[in-house]
């Protein structure tokens, strides 16, 4: 029986190691009919097997370890080495070109011309003023009326002028008759002296009371034509044909003439031919001077150089007319010169006092290179253009400026050919060295093309 127990007690612990995994209700089973048998030496060796765990679960343990050690490194390359890599990627693409417009210059047969801003004046403006005193008796216009020259405008009391005629006019009847009888006399004794019926002395008589006589006669003449003269000032006439302005002076108010401050009746400005008055800079002064210099251009001094004006809300240049005149020394103070030009005004259209424009030629028929006043870029005080070359790059050249013609386009007097490609749209993508992706244009006036030039 004893070795029967040994057996069974040996057995258990083999029956545990080969199946360790059963289930929960055999060890239970077990547990309870343990009670039944006696102690046995076999458990006091169960600690020793609990302390080594099975090599099943150290796999189990170390498979875990490995799991988890790839997760954290599979995390580290996602956020660590998987971004750096991408930027290393992206980093040789380069962005593309920016797109520009260009196009070659526009080249026209045409005349520069420089425009300046004058006031009109009138070719001659007279203040009306009485040379004789007396009651104004009428007034025989309208305000700001027309008038040709000779128009009778106003008219002072005549009659006291008309009796100092008179008056004037007897005593020259008066003088003449003493003038008269003196040459009687003078015969007379000249008669007697021949045949020594007079003495000399008388004869010298007769010849001063001549000569007195004759002064005196002389005298009366003038008196006549101061009379006839005042009379002739009674009657005011328009001095130039024009236009007046409002009579400064009713009837019945006396008015002053004379030499002395004079009474204001009222002012007359002719219409037809008008002046343009405009001041040049020292500058477009000296620019014109050199092209007369080069013989480019007529001097406006010894020629009358034609050119063109315009009104202010005009934006054709309709207006025709010719330099006259150029003053012989500049302003000091504004550092400007007078020049005045002469235009018809047949129609009476233009009045004195208005501005308007003029413009000068700066140069003969000839080809001349236009681009789009946008297309010019400022740096400082440099003027430029910026060009394409054919592989593509950004080139600035400096060039120099012209006037701003009707269509708006401005003219290039040098710094480009007309083989150049020009920026004319896009400016503000491209930058001088830096390649652009060139898109062909063409020049062409703006919309709405300004009429002023520079």
Same mark, same amino acid.
């Given at each position: 029986m004893m070795q029967q127990r040994n057996r069974t007690a040996k057995r258990a612990p083999a029956d545990e190691d080969i199946e360790p995994e059963t289930s929960s209700e055999e060890p239970k089973a077990r547990e309870t009919k343990a009670p039944a048998s006696k102690p046995s030496p076999a458990p006091a060796s169960e600690p020793a097997s609990k302390a080594a765990p099975p090599p099943a679960q150290r796999s189990g343990r170390i498979l875990l370890i490995t799991l988890a050690v790839i997760a954290v490194a599979a995390i580290a390359y996602r956020y660590m080495i998987a971004p750096q890599g991408t930027e290393q990627a992206a980093a040789p693409a380069a962005p593309p070109a920016p797109t520009v417009t260009v196009a070659k210059p526009l080249v026209e047969e045409l005349k520069e011309w420089s425009d300046f801003t004058g006031q009109f004046e009138a070719r001659e403006s007279v203040e009306i003023r009485a040379r004789v005193s007396g009651y104004l008796e009428s007034?025989?216009?309208? #305000?700001?009326?027309?008038?040709?020259?000779?128009?009778?405008?106003?008219?002072?009391?005549?009659?006291?002028?008309?009796?100092?005629?008179?008056?004037?006019?007897?005593q020259l009847t008066q003088a003449e008759a003493q003038l008269?009888?003196?040459?009687?006399?003078?015969?007379?004794?000249?008669?007697?002296?021949?045949?020594?019926?007079?003495?000399?002395?008388?004869?010298?008589?007769?010849?001063?009371?001549?000569?007195?006589?004759?002064?005196?006669?002389?005298?009366?003449?003038?008196?006549?034509?101061?009379?006839?003269?005042?009379?002739?000032?009674?009657?005011?006439?328009?001095?130039?044909?024009?236009?007046?302005?409002?009579?400064?002076?009713?009837?019945?108010?006396?008015? @002053?003439?004379?030499?002395?401050?004079?009474?204001?009746?009222?002012?007359?400005?002719?219409? #037809?031919?008008?002046?343009?008055?405009?001041?040049?800079?020292?500058? #477009?002064? @000296?620019?014109?001077?050199?092209?007369?210099?080069?013989?480019?251009?007529?001097?406006?001094?010894?020629?009358?150089?034609?050119?063109?004006?315009?009104? @202010?809300?005009?934006?054709?240049? #309709?207006?025709?007319?010719?330099i006259d005149f150029v003053d012989n020394q500049y302003d000091r103070s504004s550092g400007t010169i007078r020049v005045r030009a002469s235009f018809p005004n047949p129609n009476l259209f233009i009045t004195p006092g208005q501005f308007g424009r003029v413009r000068v030629p700066m140069s003969q028929l000839k080809p001349t290179i236009l681009v789009p006043d946008a297309a010019v870029v400022t740096d400082q005080s440099t003027k430029m253009l910026f060009t394409v070359s054919p592989d593509g790059t950004v080139v600035p050249k400096p060039v120099e400026l012209g006037s701003v013609t009707d269509d708006g386009l401005r003219i290039i007097r040098s710094g480009i050919t007309p083989d150049d490609d020009v920026i004319i749209n896009g400016l503000l993508r491209a930058r001088p060295g830096q390649k652009v992706t060139p898109e062909k244009g063409t020049v062409k006036a703006p919309d709405a093309a300004p009429a002023s030039q520079q």
């Open positions: 007034v025989n216009f309208t #305000d700001g009326q027309i008038v040709k020259k000779g128009d009778l405008l106003f008219v002072i009391e005549p009659r006291p002028y008309e009796i100092a005629l008179e008056s004037a006019k007897a008269q009888l003196a040459q009687v006399q003078l015969d007379r004794t000249s008669k007697l002296l021949k045949n020594d019926f007079a003495s000399k002395e008388t004869f010298d008589e007769r010849t001063a009371e001549v000569q007195s006589a004759t002064a005196s006669r002389d005298n009366a003449i003038a008196a006549v034509n101061q009379a006839q003269l005042n009379l002739d000032y009674t009657r005011v006439t328009a001095p130039v044909s024009g236009r007046l302005g409002r009579h400064e002076v009713s009837v019945g108010n006396l008015v @002053m003439g004379g030499t002395g401050e004079t009474t204001l009746l009222t002012t007359i400005v002719s219409l #037809d031919p008008i002046w343009l008055m405009f001041n040049v800079s020292e500058g #477009d002064g @000296m620019t014109y001077k050199r092209l007369v210099q080069k013989g480019e251009i007529a001097s406006a001094r010894e020629n009358g150089v034609q050119v063109e004006g315009q009104l @202010m809300d005009e934006k054709e240049w #309709d207006l025709k007319g010719a």
